[in-house]
């Protein structure tokens, strides 16, 4: 009778260390769990802001060539200066937000490159890009931006993004193109 009692102690004993180890397994699995929630969510963060950054390139630069050309403007030169005032406006916004847009020199290294550099200016965009007016008709015209890096290729216009511990790069890259039809109404 006596075995019978401590062997059902025994095992009300390894069932309750079960038990608790289960309930502390699960604990730690939530933890384990939100934390890669949180870290997803930085993440994504990070991706916005970079999806942000590029979307606002884009438009501006489609924007300013439109209205440009709408207005009689067509000649390339001027049309790029408009351009890269109208980035370093974006540019100078986002780093109230605390994105700092940067000049690289790459050296082509484009998986070893590091956010460092100089501030970026509106002569850097202007020197590493062109704009290419085309007249198609009357008050038709083909319009092309693009970022060419400079003769070496190897400079671009780049940001790290941080959220916490997550981080995300932006670059615009060398011959990235912006090809638009623009109409002129003068």
């Known amino acids: 009778m006596k075995n019978k009692g401590l062997m059902s102690f025994v095992l009300v004993l390894i069932f309750i260390l079960i038990y608790f180890n289960l309930v502390y397994s699960i604990g730690e699995f939530n933890s384990k ?4 929630e949180a870290e997803l969510i930085e993440i994504e963060n990070t991706s ?4 942000l950054l590029e979307n606002a390139v884009d438009s501006v630069i489609e924007e300013t060539i439109s209205n ?10 001027k049309i790029n200066q408009k351009i890269s005032e ?7 916004e986002t780093e109230a937000k605390e994105i700092f ?3 690289i020199n790459s050296n082509k290294e ?4 590091k956010i460092t550099g100089k501030e970026i200016t509106k002569e850097f965009i202007e020197e590493n890009s062109k704009t290419i007016v085309i007249k198609l008709e009357e008050k038709i015209f083909l319009v092309e931006f693009h970022f060419t890096g400079g003769i070496n290729k190897n400079n671009l216009v780049g940001a790290e993004i941080t959220e916490n ?5 932006f670059f615009i890259p060398v011959n ?3 090809k638009l039809i623009a109409f002129r109404v003068i």
């Open 33 to 36: 769990k939100n934390l890669t």
């Open 48 to 51: 916005f802001k970079r999806n």
């Open 68 to 77: 440009e050309i709408l207005f009689g403007s067509t000649e390339g030169k």
């Open 86 to 92: 109208k980035l370093i406006k974006v540019f100078s």
């Open 101 to 103: 847009v940067k000049e």
């Open 110 to 113: 484009y998986k070893k490159i």
């Open 165 to 169: 511990q997550s981080k995300s790069k």
């Open 176 to 178: 990235y193109t912006v």
